[in-house]
């Protein structure tokens, strides 16, 4: 019987390009500014709607420049780009809130803008790049670890930047940081040196089929295994259960378990569509 490994995907999993329904959506979660705020806000006129989004900016304004509030800097940001379609001046808000006010989302945001362009902006996945290593290492935020390991995975960063970087650095900053995503990119980063070392042994040895793996390979293997866990328990990767359900029922760096393979089958269905 074939028990079939998951992987992630070669393409990136960022966001697409800016569009329209994403700017509709910014329009409205910019009314939304804490959580007894229902963002859900009615206005007689279309004038009188207006008016209030306008007035807006001058809110975010006094809160980012006069309060140095990092959550009205990355609102006014998200306000330049949203209402005033002005994705320079929301570019240059958001870079500053990430590396001066160390605010994680505008880390991811600043990034987003150098990797895909828009209109004034230039594409710079190098600090694109930067800016999600910042907001990984100093504002600890999961997803810019990911991001960060993402881009470097698919080579998107520039050769000798690269070079001093660990992939696996980042997907395991992003696991310990409990994303689930990351912990499973993670187990595929350690299942891949597993076969590559078995690759290595076979034209080393010119044995092809070895009864016991080298201690290397065993505690790569071990490795995948134990991150796949991990994000499945987290209840947050489907594939990272079908992962671990599949080393148990093999005993692919794990001691073969039918009852744990089972389990770990059980809950897939039980993962949340949105964090798959």
Known sequence: ???????????SRIPPTLSSGWRITLRLESMSFGPDDSGILEFKTEEEA?????????????????EGNPIQCHSLARWYASYKRDFAKSEDVYRQNCFHHRYA???????????????????NASQAFEALKFGCHVCEHPKCCQGAGELLLEGAVDAKQAASESTMDYFTRGCRLNLPVSCFYLGGLYHHRAEAQRVAEVELTGVAQ????????????????????RACELNGHELACR??????????????DEAKAAAFEARINQVPPEKT
């Open 243 to 256: 992962n671990a359900a599949r080393a148990y029922r093999i005993g692919d760096g794990v001691e073969r």
């Open 50 to 66: 207006e008016e209030y989004l306008g007035n807006l900016g001058s809110k975010f304004e006094y809160g980012c420049h006069r």
């Open 105 to 123: 989302e505008s880390c991811s945001n600043y990034a987003f803008y150098k990797l895909f362009g828009a209109t004034a902006i230039k594409r």
């Open 1 to 11: 019987m074939r028990h079939q490994l998951y992987v992630a995907a070669s393409e």
């Open 210 to 229: 070895q009864r016991t793996l080298s201690e290397l390979e065993a505690e790569l293997r071990r490795s995948a295994a134990a991150a796949w866990v």
